[in-house]
């Protein structure tokens, strides 16, 4: 069966392998004709900035068209024709390759016949890993074929641009459509490097695809801070002491949608000491203007938190209450349960029914030991419209450092913050 079958496999490759990518992508030529469209206007378009020779024939010419693709084979399929490299990577090319005949013994990532002339050889490198001697074909036992001496080298964001292009227009039908998405989806699931959805605005009202989006906002943070846990990707920062973890997500808002930017510090004993030895209670407290911000109040045992009580008191009594009572941001010991319980409940921090579930948890289990860990819950939210045009004018991971900066500053922390920018 022809790996370019829809219904083709490589189950001797891992998903990430780049012959999978260009296997993939050649459906598309395939089987979506305005897929071959873009595609051959993007060899055009490139072959036109070179200059200095005939260019391969528009999709529209009543003589041109597909007439086979082949991925991983050890030939041209075919004695005649113009042979034109194709090189796929995923950044701009600085080298001047001149192509020329070579008797290396070749496995084509892809090859395509196109009109009644042209032979495509396809070499796909998503990782940037070229070696020059891929790129030469091998036509010493067809004499009819001739070797274009150009390199023709297409980014892959320039073709997913023009696939994004095709997914806005009315150009394809409900079956190729579905294709197209199916190939971005993979591509980003297996093949980030090529980043598929590289705005807000290409990936519609889809969480998922906002999400893969968000986490190239991360990265582009700090890329090689970027962790992923049961709630998604994450920066992982223990730098900022009182918090190591920022987090952007996508969420539902409104009917809509909207990019949250979330911190929680004092999450843990270590953390809660932290946030409130540097804290200055006014700074955070006036976030509330902008921020969604919360009491975060958790007892915890073995890591797990287990019981969130719902202080009755504002934040900012809240705020003012754990620099006082510092000495209870530890693990407390089951002689002292009541003790902890009567002054948090005498304080509006803790309600009857906190307490009974606290009971529950600890008093008739064989819990003897509770981390107290009172944090803070610090939410900014960009609505969609905002956050669409803040990513299409390439302002939103500015406007995320400012925010992160303007959370940190609140327990002295921006420093840090810094630093972690410097080295990414």
């Not at 070499?123 to 004499?143: C, I, M, T």
């Not at 806005?168 to 490097?193: C, G, I, K, N």
């Amino acid at each position: 069966m022809k790996r370019t079958n829809y219904f083709g496999r490589f189950e001797n490759k891992p998903s990430s392998a780049e012959d999978r990518l260009t296997r993939a992508f050649l459906v598309l030529v395939r089987l979506v004709p305005p897929v071959q469209a873009a595609f051959i206007d993007a060899i055009r378009e490139k072959q036109r900035t070179q200059g200095n020779g005939s260019l391969v024939p528009p999709r529209t010419a009543t003589d041109a068209g597909v007439g086979g693709v082949w991925s991983q084979v050890g030939t041209l399929r075919t004695d005649e024709g113009r042979v034109l490299s194709i090189l796929l990577t995923n950044r701009e090319w600085d080298g001047e390759v001149e192509i020329q005949p070579s008797d290396r013994r070749p496995v084509y990532d892809g090859v395509v016949h196109y009109g009644d002339q042209w032979v495509f050889a396809i070499e796909n490198k998503p990782y940037g890993d070229v070696r020059e001697d891929q790129l030469h074909p091998n036509v010493e036992d067809a004499e009819g074929l001739e070797v274009d001496s150009r390199l023709v080298v297409l980014v892959w964001k320039d073709l997913i641009r023009r696939l994004h292009a095709l997914g806005e227009s009315s150009w394809l039908d409900y079956t190729q459509h579905q294709l197209v998405d199916d190939f971005l989806r993979y591509a980003q699931a297996e093949f980030p490097e090529i980043n598929p959805y590289p705005t807000l605005k290409h990936c519609g009202d889809d969480l998922d695809k906002l999400n893969r989006r968000c986490e190239d906002l991360m990265k582009e943070l700090a890329a090689d801070r970027v962790d992923t846990r049961r709630w998604g990707p994450y920066i992982r920062v223990p730098e900022l002491k009182a918090a190591k973890v920022v987090l952007v997500s996508a969420e539902e808002s409104n009917g809509s949608w909207a990019l949250d930017l979330s911190l929680s510090p004092g999450d843990t004993v270590t953390q809660a000491r932290a946030l409130y030895s540097q804290v200055d209670i006014s700074k955070l407290h006036a976030l509330t203007d902008e921020w969604d911000c919360s009491t975060n109040l958790h007892f915890a045992h073995m890591s797990k938190n287990l019981v969130y009580p719902s202080p009755t008191i504002s934040l900012r009594e809240y705020l003012a209450f754990w620099p006082e009572h510092q000495g209870w941001i530890r693990q407390v010991k089951e002689d002292q349960f009541d003790e902890l319980l009567d002054l948090l409940k005498s304080n509006g921090l803790l309600t009857e029914t906190d307490r009974e579930e606290f009971e529950e948890e600890f008093f008739e289990t064989n819990r003897s030991t509770v981390n107290v860990c009172p944090g803070v819950s610090l939410h900014y939210r960009w609505e969609r419209t905002e956050a669409l045009d803040l990513d299409t004018n390439d302002r939103l991971t500015g406007a995320i450092d400012e925010r992160v900066r303007a959370a940190v500053r609140t327990w002295r922390a921006e420093s840090e913050w810094e630093a972690i920018l410097l080295e990414s």
